[in-house]
């Protein structure tokens, strides 16, 4: 592996009322890869995600146990300020869902949270996170439009720009390209790699074959469990558990 | 536990305390405004509450008002009827007891109640069984109970059915065409007039061109009128939650559409149905301009308890208004606070039973 | 809602079809039913119209509005005070009900745990109900006195009574508040639950997204409350009329007593003689009142409309 821990659960387990979605998962994911969740439907992966920036907080019923740290430090901490743990580990989600604003005031968004900015400061870094997700050529004459009047792969171009804007250490990318047509989907694809480079990207995927494209490392879910994690190549060459062989030649799914 | 403050802990975030003072400011705001109408309600069930609800040791004398006595047992029916319904729901051995059990002890507590209806009517709360009193303390406000219920009924009868016949129309027979658009127009009008309006309107038809005099009759239809628009979308809202496949089916068996209606759509939407009639009901209650000018302010003697919806009288809250503006009886603040009392648990129990019927 | 308007075939012919009188028949009656509330509109309009506009031609419109002498026992018909009175008076409910009704509801439905939004929601469904005159009631019995006091240090002698537009404004506020409340808050949580999740995900408070992402969301709905909260408030009649005076003067400041165009028709309807210009000049008030409310609820019905496509 090499490359040093960014995020780390242990033991961790999250209850919804008296069902288990995720049960005593230890992971090590590692700094500037991509790292795939696969698994069937309803194993619990999205649940895990979500709980890596405490997005669950709010939910009702919904007990996280053990722990998840971020460059050693327990997210689920008594002292932690959860809003401070998602300015660190951003989030894209399954479904396109820009604010319904402009294009720049999406961006912005995350920005204007900490307080007033200089627009010229606001502007250049609305330029760099749009050019980040690729989106910058497209949508530099009309960043005044309405976000929600883009394509469905723009606007999943935008979130994503929009979570890179405040410069987050980890992004987290629960099914991005579920909802978009083949040729959004590769041209996201190709952006999730290069992000690789620079950042922490975590990415849940129902699409054996993104998996495979996109992943440095891949693990696999099962009803709850992690069943096994090794470098993508590996995983889906040499499994080394039953279930994780029966699951990548379609065995159930 | 105390370590050194690591990166993600609490209280270094910037803007924090601009977050904070917004959170006090929104709490204290929304907390002021439910702990005034908290007050606001209890204050008026305190000071008036126990006039309108303990009973009297002492039976309270007849009026001499024709069909007084089958008033009180019918007031008397509804007041122990809630009084037993209550103490059922809220008996806490009740969830130990079987089903048979449960409905053994609903009968019996139903024919407690009728006996004690018949038996204890006269030791109902005086403020319920009394004539109004002009010039004098200890009044009450029998026949305003008896008006209201009028009104109820009688606005029910015309709202119902039309307001049902309209929300059918529009579901499963109306196309596109002027008239429909003309409905649809005509609905938002009815629903944004004030009802000062439908009063006026009441007024110029049954007391000027048909000079017809105040009547309840009148007042009831113009808060018929009044409360369509609530029916209608009520009524087409729980329709449209049908399920699309249960009308289906019954029309891939052959049935027409009004069968259709009738055997499936009908009754499946009839709760939701049902609760706009008793919000409609809640509205005839609580209204009062409309009334003032169609069903007058006082009560007459010989028909305080008549059947003839064509009498005129004043409902409870348009009582509570005489009282306070035009009565002269110096104990107007009790019995302005009772009024109010009352007026208030017939609001909160009709809300209560349409808030029940729409969950079913 | 009109788009998907027949729902089941209207004529569907099965082809073992019997013959029945119940389709058409039901056919009718509903279709009867339909008509019949078209029509009660019709002559609510109408016959309001036509006595308003008897009136309105009579006294002249600029008159009617401008005017400031109301005595139609004189034959003054200058409906400035009524006007002045309605308007004032919504206008401090909108600010004293309205904006805390909002407020609140942001609060309750984004940042409030879940238990205490349930009650605040039960808590205001029953005060939107309570009837208008027990709040009268209670504002003639506390608010009153109290004005009282507060406009004899303001104004001294100029403020006897305590009844006026500041008392209206507080007890239309509170009638509002419930109404506003719900509906602001229905509309708040129309918003869909991605966008909060977004906005969270960026790092953002709760309170930022309510503010930021939720509200602006929301705005249609939160105007159009506040618009038919305004609505209600200039057409509510006796609680207004328990505590605003009925004297027929513009008002020299929020203690003075005055009087509104709802309360100004109950209190003299029934002493205007059918025919008379000074009952044509109610009407015509009345028409005044009926086509500001219907402009505005048409407005809202639009600006809401306008939301969901």
């Known amino acids: 592996m090499g490359s040093v821990s960014k995020l780390r659960t242990v033991e961790l387990t999250v209850r919804y009322g008296d069902k288990i979605g995720v049960a005593d998962v230890s992971l090590e994911i590692p700094e500037r890869q991509v790292l795939a969740l696969i698994g069937p439907s309803g194993c619990g992966k999205s649940t895990f995600l979500r709980a890596l920036n405490r997005m669950n907080d709010g939910a009702i019923g919904v007990e996280v146990a053990g722990r998840v740290e971020l460059d050693g430090v327990d997210v689920y901490g008594g002292d932690v300020d959860p809003v401070l743990v998602r300015r660190r580990v951003g989030m894209v989600f399954q479904r396109p869902n820009p604010f319904p604003k402009s294009i720049y005031e999406n961006v912005a968004y995350g920005l204007r949270i900490g307080g007033r900015q200089k627009r010229s400061v606001l502007n250049e870094r609305v330029e760099h996170a749009l050019g980040r997700a690729g989106l910058w050529d497209e949508v530099k004459d009309r960043l005044h439009t309405s976000g929600t009047d883009l394509s469905g792969g723009q606007q999943q171009r935008l979130c994503l720009a929009r979570a890179l804007a405040v410069e987050p250490e980890v992004i987290l990318m629960d099914e991005p390209a579920s909802a978009l047509d083949p040729i959004a989907t590769e041209r996201l694809e190709s952006l999730i790699k290069e992000l690789g480079r620079s950042l922490t990207v975590v990415i849940v995927t129902h699409n054996l074959g993104q998996a495979r494209r996109v992943s440095e490392r891949t693990a696999f879910f099962y009803l709850g469990k992690l069943i096994e994690v090794a470098a993508t190549s590996e995983l889906f060459e040499h499994p080394q558990q039953r279930k994780t062989q029966a699951y990548l030649t379609g065995g159930f799914g | ?360 | 809602m009109s788009a998907e308007v027949s729902l089941l075939p209207v004529s569907s012919d099965p082809p073992h079809r019997r013959r029945s009188f119940g389709e058409p028949l039901a056919r009718l009656v509903f279709t009867f039913a339909a008509l019949l509330v078209l029509l009660s509109t019709l002559m609510v309009l109408g016959f309001l119209a036509q006595r308003g506009l008897i009136g309105l031609w009579a006294i002249g419109p600029a008159e009617l509005l401008l005017g400031a002498d109301w005595r139609p026992e004189l034959g003054r018909f200058g409906g400035r005070p009524l006007l002045f009175g309605t308007a004032v008076s919504a206008a401090l409910a909108l600010l004293l009900g309205g904006a805390p009704a909002v407020l609140a509801a942001i609060y309750s439905v984004e940042l409030a745990p879940a238990p205490a939004r349930r009650a605040m929601e039960r808590l205001m469904a029953l005060a939107a109900a309570v009837p208008s005159v027990v709040y009268g009631w209670l504002a003639l019995v506390h608010l009153v006195p109290a004005a009282a006091q507060v406009g004899g240090v303001l104004y001294g002698d100029g403020a006897p009574g305590g009844e006026g537009l500041a008392v209206s404004g507080v007890l239309l506020g509170l009638m509002i508040g419930p109404t506003v409340f719900l509906l602001s808050a229905s509309a708040f949580a129309k918003v869909p639950k991605d966008l909060r999740e977004a906005s969270l995900a960026l790092g953002a408070s709760p309170l930022h997204g309510a503010l930021y992402v939720v509200f602006p969301a929301a705005w249609r709905g939160v105007v159009g409350a506040l618009l038919l909260g305004f609505a209600r408030a200039a057409g509510e009649t006796m609680a207004v009329q328990m505590v605003i005076g009925g004297a027929r003067q513009l008002p020299l400041h929020l203690f003075t007593p005055t009087t509104t165009i709802a309360t100004q028709l109950v209190a003299d309807m029934q002493n205007a003689r059918p025919g008379t210009l000074a009952s044509d000049a109610l009407y015509a008030m009345a028409l005044v009142l009926l086509v500001f409310s219907a402009l505005l609820v048409v407005f809202t019905r639009r600006l809401l409309l306008g939301g969901q496509k």
């Open chain 2, 1 to 360: 536990m105390k370590a050194a403050a690591h990166p993600l802990a609490r209280g270094q975030r910037p803007g924090l305390g601009q977050e904070r003072a917004w959170h006090i400011f929104l709490w204290a705001n929304t907390f002021g405004l439910g702990a005034l109408f908290v007050v606001a309600i209890a204050s008026l069930l305190w000071k008036g509450g126990a006039k309108a609800t303990f009973l009297t040791w002492y039976p309270t004398p007849l009026s001499g008002a024709p069909g007084e006595q089958g008033m009180r047992v019918l007031l008397g029916l509804c007041f122990y009827g809630v009084l037993g319904w209550g103490v059922f729901r809220l008996w806490p051995g009740r969830a130990r007891l079987s089903a048979g059990r449960q409905r053994h002890l609903q009968l019996a507590l139903i024919a407690l109640v009728v006996m004690a209806a018949l038996a204890f009517n006269d030791h109902l709360p005086r403020f319920l069984l009394l004539m109004p009193k002009e010039g004098s303390a200890g009044g009450g406000v029998g026949p305003m109970l008896w008006n209201t219920v009028t009104a109820a009924v009688v606005s029910g009868l015309v709202t119902l059915p039309i307001g049902v016949g309209a929300a059918l129309y529009l579901r499963y027979y109306a196309r596109p065409s002027p008239i429909l658009s003309a409905l649809r127009v005509a609905l938002d009008t009815l629903a944004s007039l004030p009802s000062i309006v439908y009063g006026l309107f009441g007024f110029l038809i049954f007391v000027v061109q048909l000079r017809a005099g105040y009547s309840i009759l009148a007042g009831a239809l113009v808060l018929g009128l009044l409360n369509l628009p609530l029916v209608v979308s009520v009524s087409e809202e729980s329709l449209a939650s049908v399920p699309r496949a249960l009308e289906e089916a019954s029309l891939a068996l052959g049935a027409t559409t009004a069968q259709t209606i009738f055997r499936v759509s009908l009754p499946v939407a009839w709760n939701g149905i049902l609760s706009a009639l008793v919000l409609s009901t809640g509205r005839v209650f609580a209204e009062s301009a409309p009334l003032i000018m169609t069903a007058g302010t006082t009560v007459s003697r010989v028909q305080a308890y008549a059947w003839d919806p064509s009498r005129g009288g004043a409902t409870l809250a348009v009582h509570l208004w005489y009282v306070n503006n035009v009565g002269l009886s110096p104990d107007r603040a009790e019995v302005s606070a009772a009024t109010a009392a009352v007026l208030v648990m017939l609001i909160a129990l009709t809300n209560t039973l349409a808030e029940r019927l729409r969950r079913r």
